[in-house]
């Protein structure tokens, strides 16, 4: 009796040695992150972008909010890495992430951070008052896409 195609791959996948991942390599990309970062939400170049558990990083630092970067907080935020609250949502996550990307694009250029954050808490004020039209195209501007 002549098994089927189907069957024949059935019985070569269910005998066939069980193949394992190479030591070190985690399962899910998830499982890399460090505490507080809960996810990656986007690259720039070298820089990431986390999402960030709120009351896990105001434990580190008392004073923080909704987002942070590596030139204000290099005591606890990575190199290259922006963090974003978890708690902040939607417009208001745009917003921040408008507002950290570009304060932190100003410092890396020698901005010092009281004028750099003003001139991106203004930036941030326009695209509010404005109910956010244009925001998006700010933010591939920013990221450089």
């Known amino acids: 009796m002549r098994l089927s195609l189907a069957t024949r791959r059935w019985l070569a996948r269910l005998t066939a040695p069980r193949r394992r991942k190479p030591a070190g390599k985690k399962r899910h990309a998830a499982a890399a ?11 720039r170049g070298k820089l990431r972008i986390y999402e ?7 434990k580190l630092y008392g004073d923080w909010t909704m987002g942070g970067h590596d030139l204000v907080y290099a005591e606890f935020v990575g190199k290259n890495e922006v963090w974003i609250a ?34 991106s808490t203004a930036l941030e ?8 039209r244009g925001l ?8 450089g896409q």
């Not at 939607?90 to 100003?106: A, D, I, P, S, V």
């Open 52 to 58: 960030v558990d709120s009351s896990a990083t105001r």
């Open 125 to 132: 004020q326009r695209y509010r008052k404005a109910n956010g």
């Open 86 to 119: 978890d708690e902040v949502k939607g417009f208001e996550r745009k917003l921040t992430t408008l507002h950290e990307l570009n304060e932190r694009r100003l410092m890396a250029h020698g901005m010092d951070y009281d004028t750099a954050h003003d001139k």
């Open 136 to 143: 998006d195209e700010a933010l591939r501007k920013e990221c």
């Open 33 to 43: 992150l460090k505490a507080p970062r809960l996810r990656l939400l986007g690259t």
